[in-house]
């Protein structure tokens, strides 16, 4: 059980244009879902929070503009990168959380998505 | 905010032997320490967590323990095999946080057949 998928699981892309990502919770509602950034050899970066049916909550220094996420159901987020540029290459994981309380807390992640911008 | 720092960065062990990793907290209003495990190009995969109120926790080969009052946590592998070797990264929440970990900076095991 438990499992979130991701898709599409690498992307090449030309600068200016947009990708988008899908994240999915197959066996499980997520309340919560999360997108991170990890580079190379380093930790996971927060990027944005997103509840169902909610506007996402952005870290500091993260674009909302640049990097839109939408949360439309309990079993789908959707993060898209416009007008990308070579410096938006990374490796982008979603995570989802089932619960909001002291329960159901752990998060499982997806596979993530390479992307790289040319 | 919360700031975790995990330490090594890098751990390399022989096969049988315990590797230990250690975390530090900064918000004494962490309740929820989750461990994640990330092999090479994959998803990171909870391997084990403890909340506040137990002081310790153990699942086979792996354990973490946890203390409130020096605000440090560590997670403990026993028998180390080859298929451990991956990143494991630790993490600390807060309920006033919602829950929203923040991450280790992860350290890289390696563990020698």
């Known amino acids: 059980g438990a499992v979130v998928s991701q898709h599409p699981s690498w992307v090449i892309c030309k600068s200016g244009t947009s990708v988008k990502i899908e994240c999915r919770s197959l066996?499980?509602?997520?309340?919560?879902m999360f997108w991170y950034r990890q580079f190379p050899k380093q930790s996971l970066m927060l990027m944005a929070t997103s509840n169902e049916g909610s506007k996402a909550t952005y870290e500091q220094g993260v674009e909302k503009d640049k990097f839109l996420i939408n949360h439309a159901s309990l079993t789908l987020s959707t993060l898209t990168v416009t007008s990308a540029h070579p410096e938006d290459s990374s490796f982008y994981i979603c995570s989802a959380r089932e619960g909001a309380g002291t329960f159901a807390l752990s998060q499982y992640f997806g596979p993530g998505t390479r992307l790289l911008v040319l | 905010g919360e700031n975790v720092e995990q330490h090594p960065s890098t751990l390399s062990v022989q096969e049988g032997d315990s590797a230990v990793i250690k975390c530090t907290y900064s918000?004494?209003?962490?309740?929820?320490f989750p461990w994640y495990k990330q092999e090479l190009g994959k998803r990171p995969q909870l391997i084990i967590d403890i909340r506040s109120n137990v002081g310790e926790k153990k699942d086979q080969r792996i354990a973490v323990t946890l203390n409130k009052t020096a605000k440090h946590f560590s997670l403990h592998i026993t028998e180390t095999q080859p298929e451990d070797s991956a990143v494991y990264f630790c993490a600390a929440s807060t309920s006033g946080g919602s829950y929203i970990p923040t991450f280790g900076r992860g350290t890289s095991l390696i563990v020698h057949p």
């Open positions: 066996d499980f509602q997520a309340t919560t």
């Open positions: 918000d004494s209003a962490s309740n929820y």
